[in-house]
């Protein structure tokens, strides 16, 4: 900030201090980068002001307020509740009515849509799980839809961004427990695509992620630790078959390449068990290829035990335990015994949806603490 001493016009009056431009009515007397003092100046400038008072920069900017500020002026979540009795009220709303809260104002909106409302649903127990449907009708688009298995209600989803209404053998996984993802896939006009898009249940919106570092389709895809691993599949480009392997951290909102296949592989089933991610699928050659990955080496070794012998129906771990399915509608269901490297018989519902040749079991799904077969 500078300062200028200037000869006035009229000579008996001696010396005129220009006082610089400046953002408000504070003091500039200690300021002064000539004059160090309120004494230098008398000394230079006899019976002047001690106080030197600037005048106002017309091109300053306004202050914006703070966000405390602004916060201090929102009107209450709930007219005559602090807001920390309002939230308590809020948080017991049933999952179904959420996108009707959003809908009442901007505070709401934001409370629904951030971590806060939904990680002490959790902490407090009232989580409720719905499973994600996808439907492809006689013309061959997609639509997703949500059961809330509470109140036996199918919700639809917004719908699928275009990319995805026609694609084939895309994945899908959830993260962080409220992010549906798509990714990768064949596109009926351009062929594998990188694409990476994921529906938030807290926005009810669908959203742009950063695409795959390699196009695929027909791929095996798992979730560990939160973060998505893809490997294997085909590209149609590249009219060949993929060993290559890849994974998204949502923390870190990118892809990483990690180990690559021993083999190249269309992966037609996989689980994750005991901290090994196992694939089973078909060879460039079409020979039936089974390989695990060992996250903590980050390396990839063929399986060639009882585990994987005859298995071809989804599978699924849940507390420690391996199921798959022993029947193709997915009616039976076999645990696999690790101390004998067996499977055993587990149970069976006796409830086959019609033939077991025609419809096929597409997923098991945990579901507060139980399991459930989709066709």
Not at 79 to 101: F, M, Q, S, W, Y
Not at 361 to 372: R, S, T, W
């Amino acid at each position: 900030m500078d300062q200028t001493i200037e000869r006035s016009p009229d000579a008996h009056r001696g010396f005129r201090v220009q006082a610089p431009l400046v953002d408000s009515f504070s003091c500039y007397c200690k300021v002064d980068s000539g004059l160090r003092t309120v004494a230098g100046v008398s000394k230079f400038v006899p019976g002047s002001k001690l106080c030197i008072q600037p005048d106002i920069n017309p091109r300053a900017h306004r202050r914006k307020s703070s966000r405390r500020e602004r916060l201090r002026v929102q009107p209450p979540l709930l007219p005559g509740l602090p807001d920390d009795l309002a939230i308590a009220c809020l948080i017991r709303v049933p999952r179904a009515e959420h996108n009707k809260l959003r809908l009442v104002c901007k505070r709401w909106y934001r409370l629904l849509a951030g971590n806060f409302f939904y990680s002490l649903r959790k902490s407090l127990g009232m989580a409720e799980e719905w499973v994600y449907v996808i439907k492809r009708d006689r013309d061959g688009h997609t639509s997703w839809h949500a059961f809330d298995p509470t109140y036996q209600l199918w919700q639809p989803l917004p719908p699928v961004p275009g990319e995805y209404s026609e694609a084939l053998g895309f994945g899908c996984a959830v993260l962080s427990g409220c992010h549906l993802y798509l990714f990768g896939g064949k596109d009926p006009n351009k062929g594998s695509v990188r694409r990476v898009v994921f529906y938030s249940a807290r926005t009810n919106k669908w959203h742009r992620a950063p695409d795959m570092l390699r196009k695929r389709h027909f791929f095996g895809s798992c979730v560990i630790n939160n973060c998505l691993y893809v490997a294997g599949g085909e590209c149609e480009g590249l009219r060949r078959t993929l060993c290559s392997a890849e994974v998204y951290d949502p923390n870190r909102n990118r892809w990483s390449f990690i180990a690559d296949m021993s083999t190249a592989m269309v992966p037609f089933i996989g689980v994750v068990y005991d901290g090994k991610w196992f694939l089973k699928g078909l060879g460039s050659h079409r020979e039936v290829q089974c390989e695990a990955y060992d996250l903590q080496t980050n390396s990839w070794g063929p399986v060639n035990d009882e585990m994987v012998t005859g298995w071809r129906n989804p599978s699924i771990c849940m507390n420690g335990r391996l199921y798959a399915s022993d029947c193709p509608d997915g009616c039976k269901l076999k645990v696999y015994n690790e101390s004998e490297n067996r499977w055993n018989r587990f149970i069976d519902s006796k409830v086959h949806l019609g033939s077991s040749r025609a419809l096929e079991a597409a997923a098991l799904v945990p579901l507060n603490g139980k399991l459930f077969g989709s066709v």
